[in-house]
């Protein structure tokens, strides 16, 4: 049975008070996930768990880290600022960053939340967003998916993020089948899964993950791209071959792949306007954006929302 040959590393911090369901139920959906993967003989890497208690400054690369849920008080003082120095690293490494519930609170201390969407536990809502004004709290949502950083939003959200990690990384059709094994109804996930634009952020060029971690919150915003190498710090020219070779995309069409991701999104979960979507992911013409939609997803924006948006069927 043939496997791809690096395994998927993901970190799990089990701080003071994180729930330990969630830790070994994200292990146990990985482990039938790695299971079900060896019996397709694929070439998928397996995801590989990692439960860590102590967070050294400097750590080796991980492809994923999640902070999970906490039942008790929130992990504070030294521990916090331990915490939140590790989620930083691993953020400058490559790592997809997720939390779940009131793990949201060390992840918007570490300012990776700062100008983005996140969620967290509704019932969490009023002190996380007192705590922390700089984070566009939706708090009506169960995840919120922004390319390198995901929240999750209940104590129990820990299956969706597990189904959406398994998708990422092993495909929806190995999500569905680990879904129908645990008997978690997919739904919307699978909705999800197939429309989100996944960056690549495990190439291992870290002035390029510099421009993507800058543009995740500047999309919506005219982007140049020299405003994109020298968040890079690199040479202009210099700076679009090697953002190529890492992310498969030119720095425009990278661009263009976060907006309308963001606007399959919007489309998928609001009524707003087809209009107001553009104008919201960045585009200034919205038959420009029709026809970048169209070529990206291909479908219209209208025909993606009767197919997609549960508000329509």
Known sequence: MKTGTNPIRVGLAAYPGSQSAAIYGLQDLFAVANRFQQDQATQISPM?????????????????????????????????????????????????????????????????????????????????AN????????????????????????????????????????????????????????GE?????????SPNLAHGDTAILRAQHWVQSRYAHTVSVRELAEAA?????????????????SPSEYVQQLRIAKARERLELSQASIDTIAHEVGYLDISAFRRMFHKIVGLSPGEYRKRFSPAVK
């Not at 849920?69 to 120095?85: C, K, N, S, W």
């Not at 995840?143 to 129990?156: E, K, N």
């Not at 040479?235 to 995309?249: K, S, Y």
């Open 131 to 186: 705590r922390f004004p700089a984070v566009h709290l939706q708090a009506d949502r169960l995840v919120v998916d922004d390319g390198d950083v995901i929240t999750a939003g209940g104590l129990m959200a820990w299956t969706d993020l597990g189904l959406r990690l398994i998708a990422r990384f092993m495909g929806p059709a190995l999500m569905l089948k680990v879904a129908r094994f645990f008997l978690i109804d997919p």
């Open 233 to 249: 710090q690199l040479e202009l020219r210099t700076f679009g071959r090697r953002f190529q070779a890492a992310t498969g995309f």
């Open 48 to 128: 590989e768990t990692e439960t860590i208690s102590n967070f050294p400054a400097h750590g080796s690369a991980l492809r994923a880290l999640i902070l999970p849920p906490a039942l008790g008080q929130r992990v504070e003082g030294a521990t916090e600022r331990q915490l939140v120095a590790w989620v930083q690293h691993h953020h400058r490494q490559g790592a997809l960053i997720c939390s779940i519930c009131a793990g949201a609170f060390p992840l918007a201390a570490s300012g990776l939340l700062d100008g983005r969407q996140a969620t967290t536990h509704w019932a969490l809502a009023p002190e996380f």
């Open 189 to 197: 996930r699978a909705q999800s899964f197939y429309s989100s634009f």
